[in-house]
Each structure stands twice: as C-alpha cells, then as structure tokens.
C-alpha cells in the first residue's frame, strides 16, 4: 500500500511562512484520487486545511483559511504541497496528508474518506 510521507513542518514566527511536503512511496495506475491536508491542534477534532484533486488540480479549502494557504501538486514528483503564508498561533497543530480514492466534489471535504495517512508533521507558531 501506498505510504505518504509529510515534511517540512517545524517552529516559525507569527506572520511568518513554511511549505509543507507530502511525497507518496509510489505511483499508481489510476489519477482518481484526491490528497487532503489536514491538521489536529490539542484537544481539537481533525479538521480539513485543504485538498486536491490529483486528475485536474481543483482545490477545495477550508474557508478561513483561504487566502493564506495553498495546496499544489508536482505530479512528476508524485508530491502534494502545503504553501502557509502569515501564519498565526492558532495554527499550531500538526499536519497530516491523506489520500481519497475516487473522490466527488461533496466528498473533498469529507474527512472518513481519506484511508491512506501520512505520519503527520509538527508546525508550531509562536506569538
């Protein structure tokens, strides 16, 4: 089964920018799939950042964060980005990346969906 590695999380300033990496062990046959990025603070359910479809690169994004965030894929590197710009405290949290088989657009959000994870990656952002 497919693996999905995160990277690039880490300690940054309020206002601050990182760029968080999801690379997949491997191809596969089919490009039906979406990669979501999610993130899980303390105490707090897991909750959708956003997500991609692999096929044709919509994205869907949690509302309050549009604007600051953006995910893209490198479909030769076989690898989903997080780009975060002016980060805030409240998005301490770590970062998880999850792949969705055959998704719909109402599904892109839809968290039990997502059945491959990455092992997560810890950003912190200080005041």
């Known amino acids: 089964q497919v693996q999905l590695v995160e990277s690039g999380g880490g300690l940054v300033q309020a206002g601050g920018s990182l760029r968080l990496s999801c690379a997949a062990s491997e191809r596969t046959g089919s490009s039906s799939y979406a990669m979501g990025w999610f993130r899980q603070a303390p105490g707090k359910e897991r909750e959708l950042v956003a997500s991609?479809?692999?096929?044709?690169?919509?994205?869907y994004y949690k509302d309050s964060l549009k604007g600051r965030f953006t995910v893209s894929r490198d479909r030769a590197a076989n690898t989903v980005y997080l780009q975060m710009n002016s980060l805030k405290p409240e998005d301490t949290a770590v970062y998880y990346c999850?792949?969705?088989?055959?998704?719909?657009?109402?599904?892109?959000?839809?968290?039990?969906?997502?059945?491959?994870w990455g092992q997560g990656t810890q950003v912190t952002v200080s005041s």
């Open positions: 991609i479809r692999w096929s044709t690169g919509a994205t």
């Open positions: 999850a792949r969705q088989w055959n998704p719909i657009t109402s599904t892109m959000s839809a968290r039990d969906r997502y059945t491959v």
